[in-house]
């Protein structure tokens, strides 16, 4: 516990100095100066600072997980988009973190790692509805993750927390579209079939 509260230290420290200062400029001997811990107690838990902007963005996605896991089951009769609501809070609220990250200077697998772990969830949201994941329903979510995360990186430019907002209900629509057709349009060509009816 007493390492995870240093860590939690200095990672704060890194993110305090970041509002003020341009990453690239923030050193070991900032981050500890402001964390009042000494340069060894950085490295018996990093090995450099890349290693502790990686950390931060592996909180994130903790949380986010968090968030998802705590997201009530999907129900297709009742339109609610509260669960919509929530991750685009916690995305507006740590939307500094968020840019600190896909950032020059932050961690080149972040993009990555957020946008798999946003098709999971999408596919966590399908499987409530007992809904058959083809190849074809794989690569619509495949889609729908990565033009997802696009907008919502896009929205950052001008803090429009309702871009992020849209984004996510257009995606929860076309879920609960995908959940409808199959129930209607028994078999794995139902997914492409509803798809041809929205265009």
Known sequence: MKAENTKRKMKNSFLDLAKVTAVNK????????????SRGTF???????????EDIGHDLLKDMDLL???????DPMRRDYSVSQQIANY???HQSIFLL????????????????QFRNFLLKRLREEDVYISPETERIV???SVSGIRMIRESFQDSLISVTVNTLYVIDSILHALAVSQKYLPGPDSVMEMLSYLY
Do not use: R
């Open 26 to 37: 923030i050193s070991i001997t900032n981050v500890v100066a402001h964390a009042k811990v």
């Open 91 to 93: 995305i507006q609220t």
């Open 101 to 116: 990250l896909l950032g020059t200077y932050g961690d080149p697998c972040f993009l990555n790692k957020w946008t798999e």
């Open 142 to 144: 495949n889609f729908l």
């Open 43 to 53: 490295y018996t838990h990093y090995e450099n600072m890349q290693k502790m902007v």
């Open 68 to 74: 998802f896991q705590a997201c009530p089951p999907y």
